[in-house]
């Protein structure tokens, strides 16, 4: 059994660093990293939502690790049962699509006529823990619309806005966030009269720019974030960023994003509320004309050459109402 330094990962299992010269390789030794690599590639943990644990969320739906788990007194191979290049395999996988750099002797797939260093079995189980550690993000992601609603009449109150995206099932739900997918809103205002009323809400719309929902919290270019991600929701809508930034006298309007999940335990459908208040400035309450438009956006964990893929869900885009 290896009886170096300890690697320890919250939630994960504690693998033990191998001494050079002293020890002998168990089971042990071999399966502790399988089994954490197998906690990062097979389904996501069936947690419920309404608070975040980090330690208990993890799984990307990937089909889970490559390799079977070795057993007391047979061979460490190169591939098949206990197969060191097929766990190497499945690090250089997951370093990829996290963009971590792979630790030396990790990235040369060993071979049947190989020795295999300490130092190589050490980094395996370093890079093991450094894709633990930034489960969450992924090297890259792409951002798209996945559609658009637009309103051109006139309004001086208050609009609303939702869209539901609705996944397969609630794995594939938790999988896409925790691979660093996200879903949110932007919105536009164009044309209409010119006035100052209308160009506040154009300023404001594009200064707040993207609203995204990540698996522990909300981002944007401006605005005030709740700081709730897609594991705080319930079923009922909560807040999870408002902006006001308006100069006098609209310092009161604002908008507000809001999200939910249609069930804690088994959530399919994702909601984002947009609500837009254009409050009475006591001076001139001029009516916000021209084209309005709200987008549904997603942010899609990329592949970025690792293989992996994660669901994309379907969009329902309701009218934007209000007056």
Not at 18 to 32: E, P, Q, R, S, Y
Not at 68 to 77: D, F, K, N, Q
Not at 84 to 102: E, H, I, P, T, W
Not at 122 to 142: A, E, Q, Y
Request: glycine share 12%; net charge negative.
């Amino acid at each position: 059994m290896a009886s170096g330094s300890t690697i320890t990962l919250s939630g994960g299992t504690t693998m033990t660093q191998v001494v050079a010269g002293t020890d002998l390789i168990d089971a042990d030794d071999f399966n502790n990293a399988r089994t954490n690599v197998n906690a990062l590639m097979a389904g996501a943990q069936d947690v419920t939502t309404g608070t975040f644990t980090a330690a208990s969320t993890y799984g990307w739906g990937q089909g889970g690790v490559g390799v079977s788990s070795a057993v007391v007194g047979a061979l460490v191979v190169d591939d098949g049962a206990g197969g060191f290049k097929d766990l190497q395999d499945d690090v250089q996988a997951m370093c990829a699509f996290l963009g971590q750099s792979v630790r030396s002797g990790v990235e040369s797939d060993v071979d049947e006529t190989d020795t295999i260093l300490a130092a190589t079995w050490n980094n395996l189980m370093l890079n093991i823990k450094d894709c633990w550690d930034g489960r969450f993000v992924p090297n890259s992601r792409t951002a798209a619309t996945d559609a658009s609603v637009t309103r051109t009449s006139a309004w001086t109150n208050t609009l609303t806005q939702q869209t539901d995206w609705t996944f397969a099932s609630e794995g594939a739900t938790r999988e896409f966030f925790n691979g660093g997918g996200a879903l949110g809103v932007s919105a536009s205002r164009s044309g209409g009269t010119s006035h100052t009323q209308n160009t506040q809400w154009t300023n404001k719309l594009s200064a707040l720019s993207d609203v995204w929902l990540y698996h522990n919290t909300t981002t944007a270019s401006a605005g005030t974030s709740a700081g709730l991600g897609f594991y705080e929701l319930t079923t009922a809508f909560q807040q999870i960023n408002i902006y006001y930034g308006g100069a006098s006298p609209y310092t009161s309007d604002y908008i507000q994003v809001l999200a939910k999940v249609n069930s804690t335990t088994n959530p399919t459908v994702v909601s984002i509320q947009t609500k837009l208040l254009d409050d009475g400035d006591n001076v001139l309450d001029q009516n916000v004309d021209g084209t309005l438009t709200i987008n549904a956006r997603r942010h899609q964990p990329d592949a970025s050459g690792s293989g992996f893929s994660f669901a994309v869900p379907t969009d329902s885009t309701g009218a934007i109402s209000g007056s």
